[in-house]
């Protein structure tokens, strides 16, 4: 199975900045799916992250606040963008490829202060 | 879309019993069912997953039954020990592999306590 590892583990961040946040598979996968976990809740899917192609964004989540990249088919970013205390939460990324079941890293505990 | 309910969101037992989470979902098209674990400060963990056309599936002291008559499945730990507390998440996604090249719905999760 894939092992994925996110980077950071955990940040805390001024309001109005930047994140970018890397997620590494050790081996080649089709898609790539970024999650966001608010503390104590379910996993909510914010885009499906293809190579060579532009994120598929789920309602409620918009590319000028997450932009997405794909460069190959072992990495990806997710950029939290002009943060407010709002966005604390937990990021995560999975993958997988063919019918394999996805795989999830540990995530990025993110806070805002 | 999909809607996946999760319930009990709670469940305490003794060490040694069984525990039975249950989720229903509303796609039919749906037929991919995957259960993880997430302890604290980790990532979901995959523990066990099924595809529609089996109606149950085991792995050791952990099984997932399936019934897409009534669109719900069952997760059921039996044996259970202090190290199966944790929070478990159901899932359910639809396409034509049941592969993981498409997007999960999850459950809200239910958090499980085995007492020693």
């Known amino acids: 199975s894939a092992v994925i590892s996110q980077k950071p583990s955990r940040d805390i961040c001024q309001r109005g900045t930047s994140l970018t946040i890397q997620c590494q598979v050790d081996s080649q996968v089709t898609m790539m799916f970024w999650y966001r976990q608010q503390p104590g809740q379910s996993l909510t899917l914010i885009a499906t992250a293809n190579q060579g192609s532009e994120a598929t964004y789920e309602s409620g989540f918009v590319i000028d606040k997450f932009p997405i990249s794909r460069p190959n088919l072992t990495f990806s970013t997710l950029t939290v963008s002009n943060m407010s205390p709002e966005d604390s939460s937990i990021y995560l990324c999975s993958g997988g490829t063919g019918n394999q079941p996805q795989h999830f890293g540990d995530g990025t505990r993110l806070s805002i202060l | 879309g999909e809607n996946v309910e999760q319930h009990p969101s709670t469940l305490s037992v003794q060490e040694g019993d069984s525990a039975v989470i249950k989720c229903t979902y509303s796609d039919s098209a749906s037929n991919y069912f995957p259960w993880y674990k997430q302890e604290l400060g980790k990532g979901p963990q995959l523990i066990i997953d099924i595809r529609s056309n089996v109606g149950e599936k085991k792995d050791q002291r952990i099984a997932v039954t399936l019934n897409k008559t009534a669109k719900h499945f069952s997760l059921h730990i039996t044996e259970t020990q202090p190290e199966d507390s944790a929070v478990y998440f159901c899932?359910?996604?639809?396409?034509?592999?049941?592969?993981?090249?498409?997007?999960?719905?999850f459950g809200k999760g239910t958090l499980l306590t085995v007492n020693p």
């Open positions: 899932a359910a996604s639809s396409n034509d592999s049941g592969g993981s090249n498409y997007k999960l719905t």
